[in-house]
């Protein structure tokens, strides 16, 4: 069966770090690009990051650039996000999605949600 | 960036009837539109995607239709496992910039 399982988060205050992970099963990992999305508390989805299957390559929104960084490790079929100088505004269920297919950015699999709460 | 917006925010039908929601992209974004659903606590689930084609699994009472600006999602006839709140998405640009709509909620 496929699966993506996520694991951290947690409280942290303002300006401190988190390491989100989520573990992937089922699938070819390094195939895929990996995607987080997150909801802020009664929000919308918002993406977050994405890397690409070899890690080579990664893409954020604006908001996160130069405080979040994504890494995965192929040999172990595990991809992070590295939280940093984190807001009271990144408060969200984060999630990790991978494509419907290789190729697209479509979100066919997701986690089941981690909960970051960014608070003093 | 690409701006989605969704309207309305809430929809409200009666079980066994039609709903349709819409989505509007700020500039074309050709066919790469996708529709997921979400329901209190839980991740989205997808629906379609390449704006027509239905996933894996999904009843054929979910249609998509559209294409550049202006989007459509119709549930044909609601069941009371179809409300819920319902995300557009665009992936058409490269490298990605990946932007939802806002969500319309669809209730009894």
């Known amino acids: 069966e496929e699966q993506l399982l996520q694991s951290g988060g947690g409280l942290v205050q303002p300006g401190g770090s988190l390491r989100l992970s989520c573990a992937a099963s089922g699938f070819p990992f390094s195939s895929y690009t990996l995607t987080w999305v997150r909801q802020a508390p009664g929000k919308g989805l918002e993406w977050v990051s994405s890397i690409t299957g070899s890690g080579t390559n990664t893409y954020s929104t604006d908001s996160v650039k130069g405080r979040f960084t994504l890494s995965r490790d192929n040999a172990n079929d595990i991809v992070y996000l590295h939280m940093n100088t984190l807001r009271v505004e990144d408060t969200a269920v984060y999630y990790c999605?991978?494509?419907?297919?290789?190729?697209?950015?479509?979100?066919?699999?997701w986690g089941q949600g981690t909960v970051v709460t960014v608070s003093s | 960036e690409t701006v989605m917006t969704q309207s309305p925010a809430t929809l409200s039908v009666s079980p066994g009837e039609r709903a349709t929601l819409s989505c509007r992209a700020s500039?074309?974004?050709?066919?790469?539109l996708a529709w997921y659903q979400q329901k209190p606590g839980q991740a989205p689930r997808l629906l379609i995607y390449?704006?027509?084609k239905r996933a894996t699994d999904i009843p054929v009472r979910f249609s998509g239709s559209g294409s550049g600006t202006e989007f459509t999602l119709t549930i044909s006839s609601l069941q009371s496992e179809d409300f819920a709140v319902y995300y557009c998405q665009q992936y058409n640009n490269w490298p990605p910039v990946i932007t939802f709509g806002q969500g319309t909620r669809l209730d009894i």
């Open positions: 500039e074309s974004v050709r066919n790469n």
């Open positions: 390449g704006a027509s």
């Open positions: 999605a991978r494509p419907y297919y290789v190729g697209v950015d479509v979100f066919g699999l």
